[in-house]
């Protein structure tokens, strides 16, 4: 690991040591468990629990009773989509997404259907955005949820989450915001994107693995859900079980550093992002996906034509980086959110993300575009694939 160039943050972040040095107290000393509120340590791990929450909550302008923490992203995204699945069934059960959302939410839609609900699946562009129009046209009177990502784990692409709020709220149905690759990353408010529900996760803003959390709107018109895990009544009775004290310590804390950092942070790494494009994409035959909207500024996705990514990764061993969501790595098909922006599949397989991070240097950047250069040219010199299109024989 000592040479390795991580570039891989989407797919999980480094913990901040600031992080760490607030968790250790609770993984050692501090053991109680939060809910034993009967003597001193168990109050003082409730309290931790509390600060955690707050944190969290002003992060993105929520109040701390909106807040319901869990194991992270994809339990946050079970518990709201078949939470409403199974409340709002006399309203009707139509829900709207998108092709490119993240497999957690295909995946849990796609089990909603085997039980009754009918899901309408939105096409992206060539940059991967929606077509508003396409989306109102979309919503029937037994619509009851509208799930759409605020930025894209695979390209970075932004949804206008506004506008998407605007338009659920005028036909009165819910909206479920999968945030986790905003959260922290850019400047995200409950107030001006007027989400029902929000997830993220902690190991995608510099905290530890295993920990996340689900926004619920409480203010204006409440939104009821049926818990998927009963037990204990812990969090609400929404999330029931023995609450992860120093997880939710340091997601609380990373949610901390986020507030007072993701500004100045996102702005270093759109220049570096900026650099390692501007300098990969002389290569013949290059290009970036979702170029020309609005994307995270920590990531890149680009194809590097008649070259298989993979190759590309093994060449390029000191620089970690992906080819597609981590969630769906061990597969070998190409990327779903690619071949639905309309890339060939040999192109999709062709094709990298770099998603940088806050502790990425500039010398991180120069060695990775050197290497990636290197690797790419190399294998296209011995490649038949590459000579053939260079002859004409094949575009």
Same mark, same amino acid.
């Given at each position: $690991?000592?040479? &390795? !160039?991580?570039?891989?943050?989407?797919?999980?972040?480094?913990?901040?040591?600031?992080?760490?040095?607030?968790? $250790?107290?609770?993984?050692?000393?501090?053991?109680?468990?939060? #809910?034993? &509120?009967? =003597?001193?340590?168990?109050?003082?791990?409730?309290?931790?629990?509390?600060?955690?929450?707050?944190?969290?909550? /002003?992060?993105?302008?929520?109040?701390?009773?909106?807040?319901? @923490? *869990?194991?992270?992203?994809?339990?946050?995204?079970?518990?709201?989509?078949?939470?409403?699945?199974?409340?709002?069934?006399?309203?009707?059960?139509? @829900? !709207?997404?998108?092709?490119?959302?993240?497999?957690?939410? &295909?995946?849990?839609?796609?089990?909603?259907?085997?039980?009754?609900?009918?899901? *309408?699946?939105?096409?992206?562009?060539?940059?991967?955005?929606?077509?508003?129009?396409?989306?109102?046209?979309?919503?029937?009177?037994? +619509?009851?949820?509208?799930?759409? $990502?605020?930025?894209?784990?695979?390209?970075?692409?932004?949804?206008?989450?506004?506008?998407?709020?605007?338009?659920?709220?005028?036909?009165?149905?819910?909206?479920?915001?999968?945030?986790?690759?905003?959260?922290?990353?850019?400047?995200?408010?409950?107030?001006?994107?007027?989400?029902?529900?929000?997830?993220?996760?902690? =190991?995608?803003?510099?905290?530890?693995?295993?920990?996340?959390?689900?926004?619920?709107?409480?203010?204006?018109?409440?939104?009821?859900?049926?818990?998927?895990?009963?037990?204990?009544?812990? %969090?609400?009775?929404?999330?029931?079980? +023995?609450?992860?004290?120093?997880?939710?310590?340091?997601?609380?804390?990373?949610?901390?550093?986020?507030? %007072? +950092?993701?500004?100045?942070?996102?702005?270093?790494?759109?220049?570096?992002?900026?650099?390692?494009?501007?300098?990969?994409?002389?290569?013949?035959?290059?290009? !970036?996906?979702?170029?020309?909207?609005?994307? &995270?500024?920590?990531?890149?996705?680009? *194809?590097?034509?008649?070259?298989?990514?993979?190759?590309? $990764?093994?060449?390029?061993?000191?620089?970690?980086?992906?080819?597609? /969501?981590?969630?769906?790595?061990? +597969?070998?098909?190409?990327?779903?959110?690619?071949?639905?922006?309309?890339?060939?599949?040999?192109?999709?397989?062709?094709?990298?993300?770099? #998603?940088?991070?806050?502790?990425?240097?500039?010398?991180?950047?120069?060695?990775?575009?050197?290497?990636?250069?290197?690797?790419?040219?190399?294998?296209?010199?011995? /490649?038949?694939?590459?000579?053939?299109?260079?002859?004409?024989?094949?575009?």
């Amino acid at each position: $690991m000592d040479r &390795l !160039i991580y570039l891989d943050n989407n797919a999980t972040t480094p913990l901040d040591p600031q992080v760490l040095a607030d968790m $250790m107290p609770y993984l050692t000393t501090h053991f109680a468990n939060a #809910s034993s &509120l009967t =003597h001193r340590a168990g109050r003082s791990a409730a309290t931790a629990v509390t600060t955690a929450r707050q944190q969290v909550a /002003s992060l993105i302008g929520a109040a701390a009773d909106e807040i319901t @923490f *869990t194991s992270g992203a994809t339990e946050a995204i079970n518990l709201a989509l078949k939470g409403v699945f199974a409340r709002y069934q006399s309203k009707g059960c139509h @829900f !709207i997404t998108c092709v490119t959302e993240h497999k957690a939410v &295909l995946d849990t839609l796609a089990y909603l259907e085997k039980h009754g609900a009918e899901v *309408t699946y939105l096409p992206v562009n060539q940059q991967g955005t929606i077509d508003l129009q396409i989306l109102e046209n979309a919503i029937r009177p037994d +619509t009851v949820l509208l799930a759409l $990502m605020h930025a894209n784990n695979e390209t970075g692409v932004i949804h206008p989450v506004d506008k998407l709020a605007e338009i659920a709220r005028r036909h009165q149905i819910l909206f479920f915001c999968d945030a986790t690759q905003s959260v922290g990353k850019i400047p995200l408010r409950v107030a001006d994107f007027p989400v029902d529900m929000l997830c993220l996760s902690a =190991h995608k803003l510099y905290g530890p693995k295993g920990v996340g959390a689900l926004y619920v709107r409480r203010q204006n018109r409440r939104i009821q859900l049926d818990a998927l895990l009963h037990g204990g009544g812990q %969090e609400n009775k929404l999330r029931a079980g +023995t609450l992860n004290v120093p997880g939710i310590v340091g997601l609380g804390k990373a949610a901390e550093i986020a507030g %007072e +950092t993701q500004e100045a942070d996102a702005s270093r790494l759109a220049r570096l992002r900026d650099k390692l494009e501007q300098a990969l994409i002389t290569l013949p035959e290059t290009g !970036i996906n979702g170029i020309g909207v609005p994307r &995270l500024p920590h990531v890149s996705n680009m *194809t590097f034509r008649h070259v298989k990514a993979a190759e590309i $990764m093994v060449h390029a061993r000191d620089i970690a980086v992906a080819s597609g /969501s981590a969630c769906v790595s061990g +597969t070998r098909d190409p990327s779903h959110v690619l071949l639905a922006m309309g890339l060939a599949e040999a192109d999709a397989h062709a094709s990298l993300r770099f #998603s940088l991070g806050r502790f990425n240097s500039e010398e991180d950047i120069d060695n990775c575009i050197q290497e990636i250069r290197t690797a790419v040219e190399t294998l296209r010199a011995n /490649s038949p694939v590459w000579q053939l299109y260079r002859s004409g024989a094949i575009d």
